[in-house]
């Protein structure tokens, strides 16, 4: 175990956190507090695991760095287990089973449950970072997902909610057989949400870029790249873009089901 940022020693000042856990409901996680996990299947990658069911999350999202030769060659997810993988920074070369995929920033890959994720990095000895997501499929009858694989560059800009300046991209298809979809929110600085949303679909967010203040069951909290915000189901939400910055950040939703009862 050791510090995901590389901090180790005694700080300058006394210990102090931005952190904030409450679970079931909402958590914001900067970099500066995670660390090192150890996952068997990891070879080479510094890996730290954000959101679980241990806060509240039905998912399971993590940041994983890959070193030169790294990554997973045994097979992430499968089964029932649907994965998706986002590259943040660098290369890799992302496999569902056996078919090959090379990404680069901003590339990603979705594999349904029964089809492996295989990750190895691939950039020019330098070390690459990814986002990683896995989440128990939830099966309807007729329906199916299937791989998807593709670069944000690619994707249509949609205004979002009828303002100019909030940019929506939908990087998984609109099909009943995907039970979940990530999306990039892009905010140009000054930007907001129309309105503080309470819903029942979780999210687990990683922001890419950018800074803001973000409305977390009614408190406000200050936000900035490289932090991560879990918000679980019903808790309201919102975020203005501050800054000079565009404040963008990828998010997972749940999607095309009905509650089980
Ligand atoms: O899609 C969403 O629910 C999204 N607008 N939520 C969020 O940005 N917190
Ligand atoms: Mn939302």
């Given at each position: 175990?050791g510090?995901?940022?590389?901090?180790?020693g005694?700080p300058?000042?006394?210990?102090?956190?931005?952190?904030?856990?409450?679970?079931?409901?909402?958590?914001?996680?900067?970099?500066?507090?995670?660390?090192?996990?150890?996952?068997?299947?990891?070879?080479?990658?510094?890996?730290?695991?954000?959101?679980?069911?241990?806060?509240?999350?039905?998912?399971?999202?993590?940041?994983?760095?890959?070193?030169?030769?790294?990554?997973?060659?045994?097979?992430f997810?499968?089964?029932?287990?649907?994965?998706?993988?986002?590259?943040?920074?660098?290369?890799?070369?992302?496999?569902?089973?056996?078919?090959?995929?090379?990404?680069?920033?901003?590339?990603?890959?979705?594999?349904?449950?029964?089809?492996?994720?295989?990750?190895?990095?691939?950039n020019?000895?330098?070390?690459?970072?990814?986002?990683?997501?896995?989440?128990?499929?939830?099966?309807?009858?007729?329906?199916?997902?299937?791989?998807?694989?593709?670069?944000?560059?690619?994707?249509?800009?949609?205004?979002?909610?009828?303002?100019?300046?909030?940019?929506?991209?939908?990087?998984?298809?609109k099909?009943?057989?995907?039970?979940?979809?990530?999306?990039?929110?892009?905010?140009?600085?000054?930007?907001?949400?129309?309105?503080?949303?309470?819903?029942?679909?979780?999210?687990?967010?990683?922001?890419?870029?950018?800074?803001?203040?973000?409305?977390?069951?009614?408190?406000?909290?200050?936000?900035?790249?490289?932090?991560y915000?879990?918000?679980?189901?019903?808790?309201?939400?919102a975020?203005?873009?501050?800054?000079?910055?565009?404040?963008?950040?990828?998010?997972?939703?749940?999607?095309?089901?009905?509650?089980?009862?």
């Amino acid at each position: 175990m050791g510090y995901f940022t590389n901090q180790i020693g005694y700080p300058a000042d006394i210990l102090s956190s931005r952190s904030i856990i409450k679970r079931d409901n909402y958590a914001l996680i900067p970099p500066e507090g995670l660390v090192r996990n150890i996952i068997p299947g990891f070879d080479n990658c510094d890996i730290t695991i954000l959101s679980t069911p241990k806060l509240g999350a039905s998912f399971v999202d993590y940041l994983v760095t890959l070193h030169h030769d790294g990554g997973n060659k045994q097979g992430f997810g499968g089964d029932e287990v649907e994965t998706f993988v986002y590259v943040i920074e660098g290369g890799v070369t992302a496999s569902a089973d056996t078919t090959a995929h090379e990404l680069t920033q901003g590339g990603y890959l979705y594999c349904p449950a029964g089809v492996m994720l295989r990750l190895a990095n691939n950039n020019a000895g330098k070390s690459s970072k990814v986002f990683l997501y896995k989440r128990r499929y939830q099966r309807i009858d007729g329906y199916q997902a299937h791989v998807v694989c593709d670069n944000i560059n690619n994707l249509e800009k949609i205004h979002y909610e009828g303002m100019d300046d909030v940019i929506l991209q939908d990087l998984l298809p609109k099909d009943i057989g995907f039970d979940m979809n990530m999306h990039i929110l892009s905010f140009k600085p000054g930007a907001s949400h129309g309105y503080i949303e309470t819903h029942v679909q979780e999210h687990g967010a990683y922001i890419l870029s950018g800074a803001g203040v973000y409305n977390l069951d009614n408190t406000w909290v200050p936000v900035k790249q490289g932090d991560y915000i879990f918000m679980a189901a019903y808790v309201p939400q919102a975020g203005y873009a501050v800054g000079k910055e565009e404040f963008s950040y990828i998010y997972s939703k749940d999607c095309n089901r009905d509650v089980e009862i």
